[in-house]
Every structure is written in C-alpha cells, then in structure tokens.
Nanobody
Framework: QVQLVESGGGLVQPGGSLRLSCVASEIIFSFNAMGWYRQAPGQERELVAEVTRGGITNYGDSVKDRFTISRDNAKNTVYLQMNSLKPEDTGVYYC?????????????????WGKGTLVTVSS
C-alpha cells in the first residue's frame, strides 16, 4: 500500500521560509510524477509544484520564483522549499504521487495522496 507522509508545516511570518518534506513508502521512481498541492479554506485544491520522473518541473503561477521542488531519491523524499512566504500561501499542503499504467491499451492514472501538512503565514 502506497503511503505518502508530509511534514514541515507550521506558523511562519510573511517573508519567511519553510521546507516541506514528503516521504514515500516506496522508491519515488515508481511514480511518473510527484507534486505538491495546497488547499486554502473555502477554495479548491491547486497545484503548487510537480516534478516528473524525468526531472521536469512545473509550478503554479503564484509560486514561481519563490518555491522550489526537489527530490532525494536515496531517501524516497520530495521537498518543497518555500521562500518569501505570503499570507495567501496559507493552506494545507498535500503531497501527491501519480502512477500511470496501461490497461486494455489505455493509459490509466492513479493518484496517491498524503494527509497534508498545515502552513500558516501570519504576523
């Protein structure tokens, strides 16, 4: 059973930094992509950053140039370095792993989610 466990959330002042970690229960190369999503109160979950198996990264427009996604294959861990945090970055941050398989000549995507870690940016 795939498990993703996030950590590193907390309370930080505007302009501060945090680093989130997501530890997977299996090698991260088993995933086609891994990413971070966030959900603010009353809002839909949105993409923050993702990295493909091949190392291609993609960021949400609101976090470009402030957040960086990285991975440590030996530790089965994906990180999200968050700098210059703003109050609007507040939310629950979720780690997601995507696996793509072929079934009956059709691609099937399966998402695996962690339980999330809360980030609060406030003075």
């Amino acid at each position: 059973q795939v498990q993703l466990v996030e950590s590193g959330g907390g309370l930080v002042q505007p302009g501060g930094s945090l680093r989130l970690s997501c530890v997977a229960s299996e090698i991260i190369f088993s995933f086609n992509a891994m990413g971070w999503y966030r959900q603010a109160p009353g809002q839909e979950r949105e993409l923050v950053a993702e990295v493909t198996r091949g190392g291609i990264t993609n960021y949400g427009d609101s976090v470009k140039d402030r957040f960086t996604i990285s991975r440590d294959n030996a530790k089965n861990t994906v990180y999200l370095q968050m700098n210059s945090l703003k109050p609007e970055d507040t939310g629950v941050y979720y780690c997601k792993g995507l696996k793509r398989t072929v079934q009956l000549m059709t691609f099937v995507n399966t998402d695996y989610w962690g339980k999330g870690t809360l980030v609060t940016v406030s003075s």
